[in-house]
């Protein structure tokens, strides 16, 4: 049984994080997708609004469940049983800031992190850029999944 989290922000889901998600069911039996609260960040949309988001995007996959964690990433996998954690990379700043993050968590665990470059024509998308187009009032709905409503 292979269990993998997928830790992030979600802040909220995009269609990046999609169709990493979606191509991430095919290498593992169980996607955990991790919500992270992180009480130094402010957050445009409450956990309750993030985890329903997500949630309902992946209705219909019995293989992915959708959870809130605090503390370490390495922590929570462990918590849950999983010897993975999934990242998406979108470009080479992605890369050395999850190179750094994936050694510093080899060296705190036996997880090993699995890394699925972006599907092209996603790559711009970051859930930065969709906060910014929601509150300029612009078709955020290009950028996110249609569970995603303001
Ligand atoms: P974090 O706060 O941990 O960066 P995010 O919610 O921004 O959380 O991202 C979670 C994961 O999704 C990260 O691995 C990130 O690189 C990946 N990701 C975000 N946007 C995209 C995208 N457009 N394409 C591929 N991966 C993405």
Redesign the pocket.
Known sequence: MKRAI??????P?????Y??IKRGISLFDELIIAI?VNTD?KYMFSLEERIKFVSEAFNDESSISVVSYQGLTVDFAKEMDAEFI?????NPA?FEF?KAIAHTNRRLSDIETV?????SG???????IVRDVIKNGGDYSLLVPDSVKV
């Open positions: 997928f830790p992030g922000s979600f802040d889901i995009t269609l990046g994080h169709d990493i992270g960040k999934l990242r998406g990379l979108r992605d999850e890394f699925l470059l972006t599907s996603k790559s711009y998308i970051s859930s930065s």
